[in-house]
């Protein structure tokens, strides 16, 4: 993936002090986000029957989520190989949850010291829980990668570094945006896969309970997200949705296909990964775009109504 010479959010030039108005009915809901969170949270050494260890003699997740299924590569690959596959495939989107997750809290607990004044009670406190959430969420996964094996990933590559590092200068609404947008592609491409008959059930439980704290997240990300197209101007709208859809596209192909996985697979990776038209064959096979209009299409949906995706 290429880095542009000037970054999208170069030019996101909303003033930061500048107040979001949650309504009444949106501050409502994030009320009762906080009551849910207060009384349902995650346990580390309780989420998960740890002590069952992980059986990498099953699959993690459903074959035909496969980032090569349906694919003469895929065909190439005896029944061993594709296991194996799978299972660098779950590698990397735990990793993904990691990278971004370790990063949040520094993000919201910044927004927090710098913006309490212009924060509502509500979005003050759900970012607190949000960010306590988050680094359970990285410590689970961490402690899953260790038990099952696994290397972490890379972390993503230049152009989302230096999105993340951008954010804290910009008005918490555009960093609460970008990181709903992360978390919620990363979120949907784990579940869907993941939560069916035969998948090993640590992998299966672990995703399921990030799931219902995520669903929370998500939620508090779009009410603060609405809130704010309901009172920016024209021209603040338009700054972000000029920005925002062409990186949108490039953040749905990372998650289609990593070409690092080959580095975690002990076999050579039946394709040429030094060429970029393989890589835009298994992103734009039949498959994946059959999988990424089914897991992404709430998301996607939600950015249409708001003019964020065409």
């Known amino acids: 993936m290429s880095t542009p010479s000037t970054h999208p959010l170069d030019t996101v030039a909303i003033d930061p002090a500048c107040p979001v108005v949650i309504p009444p009915e949106k501050a409502e809901n994030i009320r009762k986000l906080i009551q849910f969170s207060?009384?349902?949270?995650?346990?580390?050494?309780?989420?998960?029957?740890?002590?069952?260890?992980?059986d990498r003699n099953l699959p993690p997740k459903d074959e035909k989520t496969s980032w090569i299924y349906g694919t003469r590569?895929?065909?190439?690959?005896?029944e061993k190989q594709r296991l194996e596959l799978l299972w660098a495939e779950c590698a990397r989107d735990v990793?993904?949850?990691i990278w971004l997750e370790q990063t949040l809290p520094p993000l919201y607990v910044g927004y927090v010291n710098t913006y309490?004044?212009?924060l509502s009670k509500e979005v003050y406190e759900?970012?607190?829980?949000?960010?306590?959430?988050?680094?359970?969420?990285?410590?689970m996964f961490r402690r899953f990668m260790k038990l099952a094996e696994l290397?972490?990933?890379?972390?993503?590559?230049?152009?989302?570094v230096s999105l993340l590092a951008r954010l804290p200068r910009l008005h918490p609404a555009i960093g609460i945006l970008?990181?709903?947008?992360?978390?919620?592609?990363?979120?949907?491409?784990?579940?869907?896969?993941?939560q069916g008959e035969g998948v090993e059930p640590l992998v299966r439980g672990m995703f399921h309970a990030h799931h219902v704290e995520e669903l929370r997240h998500i939620t508090f990300g779009r009410r603060v997200i609405e809130s704010f197209f309901n009172t920016a101007s024209h021209a603040e709208q338009e700054i972000v949705r000029t920005q925002f859809s062409p990186v949108l596209r490039n953040l749905y192909d990372m998650v289609t296909f990593n070409p690092e996985v080959a580095v975690h697979v002990s076999f050579p990776f039946p394709a040429d990964l030094n060429d970029p038209n393989v890589i835009k064959e298994i992103r734009e096979s039949p498959n994946n775009l059959k999988?990424?209009?089914?897991?992404f299409k709430e998301q996607r949906d939600w950015f249409i109504d708001l003019g964020l995706y065409a």
Not at 38 to 54: C, K, Q, T, Y
Not at 73 to 78: F, G, T, V
Not at 181 to 194: D, I, M, S
Not at 291 to 295: P, S
């Open 116 to 118: 309490q004044e212009t």
């Open 291 to 295: 999988v990424n209009e089914e897991r």
């Open 73 to 78: 590569y895929w065909d190439a690959l005896s």
């Open 38 to 54: 207060h009384r349902s949270f995650m346990d580390v050494d309780g989420v998960l029957p740890w002590s069952d260890g992980v």
């Open 126 to 139: 759900y970012l607190m829980i949000f960010s306590k959430e988050e680094i359970v969420h990285t410590l």
């Open 151 to 160: 290397n972490l990933y890379s972390p993503p590559s230049s152009p989302y």
């Open 95 to 97: 990793s993904m949850f």
């Open 178 to 194: 970008w990181t709903l947008t992360l978390e919620w592609a990363a979120e949907l491409a784990a579940v869907h896969g993941t």
